[in-house]
């Protein structure tokens, strides 16, 4: 029987030591889970770090999963976000192409999106927007209308919280 594969956000906090990134993935990969989006960032407490993993799994793979990286001597913490309890965002650093005719109107996207323009040249601009994985893809969608040149997106982060808010 099929069983459908969820999109799932996994915060580990793990030491702040050498080759845990590489443990910690190398168990995901050993075991077939394919990572979608990958974020290691400083706590404030500098012996930690925190990793947050997307991948895609079926309920019971990512408890197994999550089991045998709890095992890590290296993990001191770990602990599903879901969309309720948790708020995630992403960045994304964006450089299309603008001739002067084409700047309002990339302009009036971006206002749209509360995102920024960060560099402008003569010939290209280059844009900053904070936001949800899907305030991002819908950027992307609208924005695709234009010659997009380069396009950078740091993957999802994300903290346990009481209340998740929409981004807009």
């Not at 936001?131 to 924005?143: A, L």
Request: charged letters at 25%; proline letters at 2%; glycine letters at 6%.
């Amino acid at each position: 029987m099929y069983k459908p594969l969820k999109k799932k956000i996994v915060s580990v906090l793990v030491l702040n030591q050498a080759n845990v990134l590489t443990r910690v993935v190398s168990l995901f990969g050993r075991r077939g889970f394919n990572i979608d989006s990958l974020t290691v960032s400083a706590t404030n407490d500098p012996t930690l770090s925190r990793i947050t993993i997307v991948f895609s799994a079926t309920e019971q793979s990512m408890q197994q999963i999550i089991t045998q990286t709890e095992k890590l001597e290296v993990v001191k913490h770990i602990c599903i976000l879901n969309r309720e309890h948790s708020l995630y965002r992403e960045l994304l650093l964006l450089k299309v192409m603008a001739q002067p005719q084409q700047r309002a109107g990339i302009k009036e996207i971006v206002d749209i999106f509360r995102g920024k323009i960060v560099d402008l040249s003569k010939d290209s601009m280059i844009i900053e927007l904070t936001g949800t994985p899907e305030k991002i893809d819908g950027f992307m969608d609208v924005i695709s209308e234009y010659d997009v040149v380069e396009v950078c997106r740091t993957g999802i982060t994300g903290i346990e919280g009481n209340t998740a808010k929409k981004d807009n």
